[in-house]
Each structure stands twice: as C-alpha cells, then as structure tokens.
T-cell receptor, first 110, second 112 residues
Framework: QKEVEQNSGPLSVPEGAIASLNCTYS??????FFWYRQYSGKSPELIMS????GDKEDGRFTAQLNKASQYVSLLIRDSQPSDSATYLC??????????FGAGTQVVVTP | EAQVTQNPRYLITVTGKKLTVTCSQN?????MSWYRQDPGLGLRQIYY???????DKGDVPEGYKVSRKEKRNFPLILESPSPNQTSLYFC???????????FGPGTRLTVT
C-alpha cells in the first residue's frame, strides 16, 4: 500500500462546475496535509494547507480533512480553464517526511 | 520577494562530467530539500537538510551529494552523472520539516 494515494485521472470537469479530488494516506499519526498545483513543466505551487479535521476554505478552494478515515480532499468551485493542472496531495508522515501522491490531472473543458 | 532560486534552469551534459545545481532561498528557512520528478514516478526526495551542516538521505540518494555550509544555500552535486539521472529537479524549503514547503522553478537536466 502506498503511503499517499490519489486517482491519477484525468478528471474532466465542465467549466463552472465543482472539481472534487480525493487523497488517502496510510500513516494514522500524520498531522499536516497540503495540496499543491503543478502546471506541466513547472514547479509545484502550494494552494492549501490543513492541519485539523473539518473544512478549510480559501477563495474557490476548499480542503476537507477526516483523520479518522485518513482522507483529505480538495474541492475547486466554479472551475476555470486555468485550473487545468495536476494536483498533488502531500502528507507529513509521523517520522517527519513529506510524502507526495502521484497527482490527479484535472482538465476543465469549456 | 520571498523565493527559492535554482541555477541553471536547463542543462545538457555528458556522462561523467561533474556538475552542481545551486539552490538558494531568502526566507530564512531551516529545512531544505531536493526532489527529482520523473514521468509516472512522481516527486521523489533525494536529500534534505534540517539546518546548517545537517543533511540526510531521502528516498533516492545514490549518485548525488549535497552540502549545507550556509543557511540559505543547498547545492546538489552530481560527481559522475549518468543518463538515468536525466530528470526534472526541484529544490524546496520550509521553516520546519513538517511545515509548508516552497519550491524553486526547477532544473531540467539531460545527461547524454
């Protein structure tokens, strides 16, 4: 079992719709969780961090964390073509390593 | 502007010719790390540094060296590059090991 798992996609989302990305992790003691956006050939860009159970909203992005289920998700509301990218889930494992998922490719279609 | 910089951004070299990729951050971060990214394999950590003179291996350290003589700089050294080190390399930094990491722009390395 991989430490951080994401569906690779591509996730096709109509413009203006909600994109829902999921991430599961294996380390029950993990305390910090991040979502990065990466455009092709570019560096990962931090878009959300979440540390406690529940929802955290920032503009059109909402991160949701459920530690009991070892699950973190990202919602993108009112999806725009500029949201087309690969989204990386990252989890700080209990021994201090930041482990990245393989990423979910999102394609927003006009 | 707070940032992580890397140089060079693109490099084509030949097998066995030593090279150094520089990384510098101006955010006074203690933690710095090097990753490589390959299609289908995602981001893999090469080496990391908790502070000056404190470095440790990540998941794929073979063929690489690092040093941390100053807080702001964390160069990646390939003593004898080989074609399997052709990859996209990223440097990242954060205040603490479990904090938000900020990435440099990347260095695309091709070894022929």
């Amino acid at each position: 079992q991989k430490e951080v798992e994401q569906n690779s996609g591509p996730l096709s989302v109509p413009e203006g719709a909600i994109a829902s990305l999921n991430c599961t992790y294996s380390d029950r003691v993990s305390q910090s969780f991040f979502w990065y956006r990466q455009y092709s050939g570019k560096s990962p860009e931090l878009i959300m961090s979440i540390y406690s159970n529940g929802d955290k909203e920032d503009g059109r992005f909402t991160a949701q964390l459920n530690k009991a289920s070892q699950y973190v998700s990202l919602l993108i509301r009112d999806s725009q073509p500029s949201d087309s990218a690969t989204y990386l889930c990252a989890v700080n494992l209990s021994w201090g390593k930041l482990q990245f998922g393989a990423g979910t490719q999102v394609v927003v279609t006009p | 502007e707070a940032q992580v910089t890397q140089n060079p951004r693109y490099l084509i070299t030949v097998t066995g010719k030593k090279l150094t990729v520089t990384c510098s951050q101006n955010m006074n971060h203690e933690y710095m790390s090097w990753y490589r990214q390959d299609p289908g394999l995602g981001l893999r950590q090469i080496y990391y540094s908790m502070n000056v003179e404190v470095t440790d291996k990540g998941d794929v350290p073979e063929g690489y060296k690092v040093s941390r003589k100053e807080k702001r700089n964390f160069p990646l050294i390939l003593e004898s590059p080989s074609p399997n080190q052709t990859s996209l390399y990223f440097c990242a930094s954060s205040f603490t090991r479990d904090g938000e990491q900020y990435f440099g722009p990347g260095t695309r390395l091709t070894v022929t």
